[in-house]
């Protein structure tokens, strides 16, 4: 068995760098940063993360599903991982 990455307690912190809080690995960002994205992005999340990772084309929806929601992210959240004031 493949040994696991991240914090020796397998754990790992969240995606958004300035956040911090500690995650289990099968988390990719906190409750506060997920709750801010779109319901379509979750739900794209989700319905990449019910399809499993056993095939090409799973393991593809779930790059792109993250990728959607690290857009996301860079588009909405200033460097502190707060919403962007809207202009």
């Keep these: 068995m493949a040994k696991q990455t991240g914090h020796p307690n397998g754990t790992h912190p969240c995606d958004i760098p300035s956040c ?3 995650l289990p690995l099968n988390m990719t960002w906190c409750e506060r940063h ?5 319901d379509h ?4 999340l989700w319905a990449a993360a019910r399809g499993g990772i056993g ?5 593809n929806r779930n790059l792109q599903a993250c990728r959607t929601a690290l857009d996301w992210f860079e588009d909405n959240l200033d460097a502190n991982g707060n919403r962007k004031e809207s202009t």
């Design 41 to 44: 992005v979750q739900g794209e």
């Design 20 to 22: 911090g809080e500690t």
């Design 34 to 38: 997920y709750a801010m994205m779109p």
């Design 55 to 59: 095939t090409s084309h799973r393991y």
